[in-house]
């Protein structure tokens, strides 16, 4: 057999794979969305870990501090008190965010403007936000400077956020391990579904496997159409998971943004990566082709011809 | 082309279908197997075209032996035999044209070699131009003719058929035996199993006669060709 014969042939088994799902397509398009959410919600999981990675990346990598001035301290003096934090080594930054300035924020996106009308005098304090350099982030580090700024008779409170931001990325593991048992599981029910889905087709066309086997067709011919179409019930699913995932993304961003806002950040939601799209396509085509395998593996070898 | 020796066959019901079957069909000849509804006709071209394997003796086609035959070498094993069925075995739902070009197909022939071939098949059973009817448009006589194309499209050395005229009126019936004749003009060997005493007497070919599992009349005797080689 010439390469281009064998080429022909498979292109032939693939054509008519493809013809078959067309003509069948309530029942193709069911089988494809089970597929499509079987693959999208590990994928699902996965983004959202991405996503509350990059949205929290300011504060989820480096800590911060925040530090609360009392209030009556004078802008002037606050301004001091910043510009020697920042002389300091071991600190990346330090923001002065003056009392006026935070209650512009505040009204600006908590909604409580009406409520802070109301109130004689601004509540907020002065607050230094800062942010030490990476090298100087261990818990150690951040205890000397907690008390570095405790120590100033101006301050009031030095809130520091490991305890929450360590808290935060052992819920982002846990999720992104659930991801992985769902991926297991889900794919294991995708190999399963495409493995029936092949069983079916094949007691279909058991006169057709007969007569083929008949005139001396070989278990690998009369098996190559059926692994074709679970290629493509996998690529189908892979492509719907992916419609399904951007739709999300597409729904959740508005609300997405605005929650940041809300927190004073840009953040806009990311759709699902290279990497993803390659594992959804990766799993989706392979699981398919696995469960058609093992699905025709089990059912062809029964069906002789019989006269 | 095809040697039993001793073959009995038993099917797993306990049915002894053939019992110390022996007979030799030369390469190139061509012979009738005949007798009784259930005298084993149909089993011994099971047993050629290996849809069954002897229980007992061995069956031998074109110097190979049957029983000891792994399942991978199966397919390629059936690819030297045309099979022709009663019942024709067509697929319903594809054309004639793919119907024929199946065997070809399966044997991976390049695409313009296949529609070559297809076209003269056709034409030796005279149903050009219906390559794209599909088996249900046509008469039972067309549809047989359409299992004879596919049995020859790739040309083996072998053709056997179960009761081809079954279901014809003597007149197609006729037809079609003259056209395995001709098949086997041209060299190819031939074993058509028949209850139809008529036709046979009509083509004057060798004669298997099988009753109750067992060879009542070999048939090479008669032949003239044999008789002078003795
Ligand atoms: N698959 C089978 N299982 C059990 N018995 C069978 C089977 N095929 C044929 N037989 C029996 O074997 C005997 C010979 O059958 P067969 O070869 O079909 O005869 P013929 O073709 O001459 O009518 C019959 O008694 C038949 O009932
Ligand atoms: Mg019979």
Known sequence: MSLSVFGTRHVQALLGSFGRLARNPLATALTLLVIGLALALPAALDLFVSNAQVATGGFGQAVDMSVYLKTGVPLAQARQLAADARARPGIARATLIPAQEGLKEFRKYSGFGAALDALPSNPLPDVLHVVPRASASSAADLESLRRYFTAWPEVDVVQLDTQWVLRFNAILAVLRRLAVIAAALLGAGVLAVVGNTIRLEILNRRAEIEVTKLVGGSNAFVRRPFLYTGLLYGVGGAVLAWVILEAAVLILDPSVITLAQLYGSRFALQGPSRQVLGALFGGGMGLGWAGAWISAHRHLRSIEPRA | ?230
Do not use: C
């Open chain 2, 1 to 230: 082309m095809i040697q039993f020796e001793r073959v009995s066959k038993r099917y797993p019901n306990g049915r002894e279908a053939l019992t110390h079957v022996s007979f030799h069909l030369a390469s190139g000849e061509m012979a009738f197997l005949t007798g009784r509804s259930g005298a084993g006709k149909s089993t011994v071209l099971k047993l050629v075209a290996l849809l069954e394997r002897p229980t007992r003796g061995t069956v031998t086609v074109n110097g190979k032996s049957t029983g000891s035959l792994k399942a991978r070498h199966i397919p390629a094993f059936r690819r030297q035999i045309g099979v022709v069925f009663q019942d024709h075995k067509l697929l319903v739902d594809r054309p004639v044209f793919d119907n024929v070009a199946l065997p070809l197909v399966v044997a991976g022939a390049p695409l313009k070699e296949v529609d070559k071939r297809v076209r003269a098949a056709l034409d030796q059973v005279g149903l050009l131009g219906k390559e794209r009817m599909l088996p249900a448009e046509l008469s039972v006589g067309e549809q047989q003719r359409v299992g004879i194309a596919r049995a020859v499209v790739s040309k083996p050395p072998l053709i056997i058929a179960d009761e081809p005229t079954g279901n014809l009126d003597p007149d197609l019936a006729l037809e079609v035996m003259r056209l395995f004749r001709r098949f086997s003009d041209v060299g190819v060997t031939v074993l058509v199993a028949t209850h139809d005493q008529h036709l046979v007497h009509e083509l004057a070919k060798r004669e298997i006669v099988l009753a109750s599992g067992e060879i009542q009349d070999d048939g090479a005797d008669s032949l003239p060709h044999v008789v002078a080689t003795r």
